[in-house]
């Protein structure tokens, strides 16, 4: 072992604390090797708060660009629905404006509909037009009446 030297000078001094210090170091070096600095951590902060604040913007584009998709489907599917209840309206012998006036959830439902209107129209229908209710014009078809109206200077 070696002997013990008083320290006489303020560079041996300095130069002992020196030593003491540079040992410190490489000792909290070891231990805190691999370890983040306190910038470092701020700094991986910021790139994933940049980060979450891009993913978040994708987010809410995609979010939107659904919406307009769903949107899109849903009035497809009206327009189909449209569709074909005037087909099928149209095939049980309705006018076209009927179509609307269909109930009913799915093509059987519409066509089942559309029947039972068929038939009350053409029972309501199926009479012999009436005749003319105003006596003074005798018996006169329509043409004539409108001949007769023009030619009266009305």
Do not use: C
């Not at 327009?79 to 095939?91: G, N, P, Q, S």
């Not at 012998?93 to 439902?109: F, P, Q, S």
């Amino acid at each position: 072992m070696s002997e013990f030297r008083p320290i006489t000078t303020q560079e041996e001094l300095d130069a002992v604390i020196s030593d003491r210090l540079k040992r410190e170091r490489e000792t909290s070096a070891k231990k805190y090797e691999g370890w983040k600095s306190p910038d470092d951590i701020q700094k991986l902060m910021d790139d994933h708060a940049k980060e979450l604040k891009k993913l978040q913007d994708a987010a809410a584009e995609t979010e939107k660009t659904l919406k307009e998709k769903d949107d899109q489907i849903a009035e497809s599917a009206r327009y189909r629905t449209d569709l074909e209840k005037t087909r099928i309206a149209l095939a049980a012998g309705l006018k076209i404006d009927y179509a609307d006036r269909l109930r009913g959830e799915n093509a059987d439902e519409w066509k089942a509909d559309a029947e039972i209107l068929a038939k009350d129209f053409a029972a309501s229908h199926s009479s012999a037009p009436v005749g003319n209710p105003d006596p003074s014009s005798g018996n006169q078809s329509t043409r004539d009446q409108f001949a007769s109206w023009l030619n009266s200077g009305i």
